[in-house]
């Protein structure tokens, strides 16, 4: 038992590092998310835009702006998914660093958080379950390949010393 | 018109929380597991010997690129390494000291047969401060019927500053026995791969 725990007590520094991280990413991605609603509204013309980041008495986070009924609605509803992704896929670029599999992190995410918006958009809610589930997967995959890495590289670090 | 998420800031931040911690966890007991399987599962050669230069003997054989690690598993300090021949990766075990004084480390043995031990590797000193050659043979032979009469290779260490009458004696002993250092270290590997 207390050897069990002492050798879990060794890989703690991952686990703060992958949980800190992630807290930090998720909380990016929302904000970027309802910027991308904000930026799309704001291009098209829309008044009154503000982003509540948490509304204590509806416990959510949304953007809420007035907009013409000549306003395209599809635009608006992609906006936040539009501008994370393809920041989410820029980080594949950096090739050496453990942070690009925040990628799959943050493409899950988003999908989980923009599922309603798809669901809106194409009018059928199933979609909506479809997104989360491909979401869910993703942060998995990410997860797993980010400790897998993390915990080989500590092994490494261990080595060299 | 409101675009509302539906997972806000908090719920998000313990979802990942939850999520991340559960994921991380599970890889980290499957990564220790995975090691101990690895380390009394694979071909294992046992690297026994004289203890002063075992350690760079090993590193010279699993090279620089090799992850290496200590095993946290044993009570006793034993060193872990991995010599990749081909597509075949072999285990090569590093125990600090098999013996205390003249006698042999009985704790130390035991955690080496839990192993699957394929070959002994054993390294005598030939310089001219090292043990008398015939106490180096003595010690030998109680590893080999130790470890349950092991397949073995003897290697001629330090054989850059060797003493004539220790290589003779040695010669003598064993017909086929390598050297090191030695420009022809892919000969010793070869043998090596070919029993583990």
């Known amino acids: 038992m207390k050897k069990n725990l002492k050798k879990t007590q060794k890989y703690l520094p991952v686990l703060l590092y992958v949980v800190v991280f992630n807290i930090i990413v998720v909380t990016a991605v929302v904000v970027v998310h309802e910027e991308g609603h904000f ?60 942070e690009r599999y925040f990628c799959w992190v943050i493409l899950g995410f988003n999908f989980i958080i923009s599922s309603s918006d798809i669901a809106t958009l194409s009018g059928v809610w199933q979609v909506s379950f479809l997104f989360v589930i491909l979401g869910a997967a993703a942060i998995v995959v990410g997860e797993i390949m980010l400790s897998d890495r993390l915990l080989i590289l500590k092994e490494e670090i261990k080595t060299d010393m | 018109m409101i675009f509302e998420q539906p997972l806000s800031i908090p719920f998000a931040v313990a979802f990942i929380t939850i999520v991340s911690m559960i994921s991380v966890g599970y890889r980290i007991f499957a990564f220790n597991k995975q090691r101990y399987f690895y ?69 130390k043995i035991d955690e080496l047969k839990k192993i699957n031990c394929r070959l002994l590797l054993y390294l005598f000193d030939v310089s001219h401060n090292a043990q008398p050659i015939n106490e180096q043979i003595k010690n030998f032979r109680r590893t080999v019927s130790a470890l349950d009469d092991i397949s073995y290779i003897p ?42």
Request: aromatic share 10%; hydrophobic share 40%; with cysteine.
């Open chain 2, 155 to 196: 290697v001629m260490n330090k054989i850059d500053a060797c003493d004539d009458k220790k290589l003779e004696k040695l010669r003598q002993e064993f017909k086929n026995i390598h050297e090191f250092p030695s420009q022809n270290i892919e000969s010793l590997m070869n043998s090596i791969a070919s029993v583990a």
């Open chain 2, 39 to 107: 380390l009394y599962g694979s071909p294992s050669v046992v690297v026994a010997g004289h203890w002063p230069y075992k350690t760079h003997f090993v590193k010279s054989l699993t090279k620089k690129d090799v992850l290496s690690h200590p095993a946290d598993e044993f009570k006793n300090e034993i060193g872990i390494s991995y010599m990749d021949f081909g597509k075949k990766k072999i285990q090569l075990v590093d125990p600090k000291n098999i013996f205390i004084g003249s006698s042999l480390d009985g704790r």
């Open chain 1, 39 to 98: 930026f799309a509204g704001s291009y098209l013309g829309c008044n009154n835009i503000k982003i509540v980041l948490f509304d204590s008495s509806l416990l959510s986070t949304y953007t809420q702006m007035a907009c013409s009924s000549q306003i395209p609605t599809q635009i608006l509803l992609l906006g936040g998914f539009l501008l994370v992704t393809p920041l989410a896929i820029s980080l594949l670029v950096l090739k050496d660093f453990n």
